[in-house]
């Protein structure tokens, strides 16, 4: 079975650029999470879904970042604009039940990176 | 509020010695608990996880931790380790009847020849 796919595995851009992640959850996967990891802060929940509707968003940094479930196979989270302090790697992670005891299953991340 | 604690930030070991990465977390009542491994540049991997039942519990590649209550402390353990153990082992919290998880700073293990 195909695991969490995250896309793109790298991005490059300049401060001030959108920048959108992707995210494709494991097929009937309930829930959906999007991290943060950096040196400073570690693994950071941004925000999460169950079935596609956000439940927590504190994590949220601020409103610079967004994230979207328009559907249960794609999540997006979006930077506008970015600066280089959200240069990090974003995880993705889908898990099976919305509730219970079922483990978090993570995608390998994208490096990000605002020059 | 829910906190997980990993006292150890690095670890050294030879290869073929024995390995305990520690954890503690606070919470009022037995959450469940996991740990995870992240090799560079990958994503985490379960390793192992605990809810409810035996203390003790097996996870892949070798891997055991123990659920101590009365320590609010759940210990990662290798007999013997492998060179290709090394990575960042994180150890997570998931209170039971929430959604998320909290996670440790993790452990960075070394392994010499």
């Known amino acids: 079975d195909a695991g969490v796919i995250q896309s793109p595995r790298h991005e490059v851009t300049e401060m001030g650029q959108e920048v959108t992640l992707r995210c494709k959850p494991i097929?009937?996967?309930?829930?959906l999470f999007w991290y943060r990891q950096t040196m400073m802060r570690g693994l950071e929940l941004l925000i999460y879904?169950?079935?596609?509707?956000?439940?927590?968003d504190s994590g949220m940094p601020e409103d610079r970042f967004s994230a979207k479930m328009p559907n249960a196979s794609f999540s997006t989270l979006k930077i506008q604009p970015s600066e280089p302090r959200d240069s990090a790697v974003y995880f993705c992670a889908s898990r099976e039940e919305a509730w219970g005891n079922q483990p978090q299953h993570f995608g390998d991340g994208t490096r990000l990176s605002i020059l | 509020a829910q906190s997980v604690t990993q006292p150890d930030i690095h670890i050294t070991v030879s290869e073929g010695a024995s390995l305990e990465l520690r954890c503690n977390y606070s919470y009022g009542a037995t959450p469940y608990l996991f740990w995870y491994v992240q090799s560079p540049g990958q994503g985490l991997q379960l390793l192992l996880k605990?809810?409810?039942?035996?203390?003790l519990v097996q996870g892949i590649k070798g891997f055991e931790a123990e659920f101590k209550r009365s320590q609010s402390s759940f210990n990662l353990r290798k007999p013997s380790v492998h060179w290709s153990d090394a990575a960042e082992y994180f150890c997570?919290?998931?209170?039971?009847?929430?959604?998320?998880?909290?996670f440790g700073t993790g452990t960075r293990l070394t392994v010499i020849p």
């Open positions: 097929s009937g996967h309930n829930s």
């Open positions: 997570a919290v998931g209170p039971t009847g929430a959604n998320n998880l909290f």
């Open positions: 879904f169950n079935n596609n509707v956000p439940i927590d």
């Open positions: 605990y809810f409810s039942g035996d203390t």
